[in-house]
């Protein structure tokens, strides 16, 4: 696999506070990786780094550039999507793809008309009398029209309701991702995007907790519900959490052998979600 992303040593200070702490990390050519973590926990200054809009300690090459010092040449070949609400209120809709098509080279101004006809949205519409959902499947127009190799979303859905949620993720596999883009996702609703995903990352305290893919983690990560002297015997093999559920013990262990809790209870492979409070809580404890 070719790396389109490389972080060694990578850190953001703030003062006294290191809103990313020397975190390394690598992400592969055709990937679908989720970057999921608490509110403060470092991601956005993370992908201010990725995107060139903050300089850092550390090497972080992307696309085989220093997205600080060469942000110019690297927007050529990036997407970035965060709260739809970013895209200028005033403009028109014609007069939005105007300026993408006059500044953007990889912009297809016809591809972008094509879907925007499955649409609702008039051309002569400003961003601010479009609904939420609109606006959505207008910057999805957008950036599906861009020639990119890298796709960037930061909360791309925030705010709206289930069904365009469906539909934004759909039309992203269906009309964007072919299996050599790349696509970065940070989300809070993890459940929504866990089958989309190749590979997942927590970053929580400005470090990096888990860097795995979807693959793996049946091999490394195991839940077992239990109970009883059941739970006392599965206890002393160390569980990284555990937790209540209706009366029973959910526990998540890390790099054991399932054969050793065979008996103990049900086995399965926890979900992100799951995998993701057991990592941030098991670390605080």
Known sequence: MTSLVTAHGVTKRYGDIRAVDNVSFEIEKGK????????????TT????????????????VLGLDPFRQRKELMQNICFIADVAVLPRWIRVSQL????????????????EELLKSTKIRRDSKVRELSKGMVTQLHLSIITAVDAKFLVLDEPTLGLDIIFRKEFYGNLLNDYYDGERTILI??????EIENLLTDIMFINDGRILL?????????SYVELVTSGDNADSARHLGPIYERDLFGKKVMTFEKIERE?????GEM?????????VAKIKGAAA
């Open 32 to 43: 679908i990786l989720g970057l999921i973590g608490p509110n403060g926990a470092g991601k």
């Open 97 to 112: 793809l105007d300026f993408i098509e006059q500044t953007h080279p990889n912009f297809s101004r016809n591809r972008a």
């Open 46 to 61: 993370l992908l201010k780094a990725l995107l060139g809009l903050t300089d850092c300690e550390g090497q972080l090459s």
């Open 260 to 264: 050793k809790l065979a008996g103990f």
């Open 186 to 191: 940070t989300t809070h609703q993890v459940e």
């Open 211 to 219: 860097d795995a893919s979807m693959e793996a983690l049946p091999e």
């Open 268 to 276: 399965h492979t926890p979900s992100i979600a799951d995998l993701f």
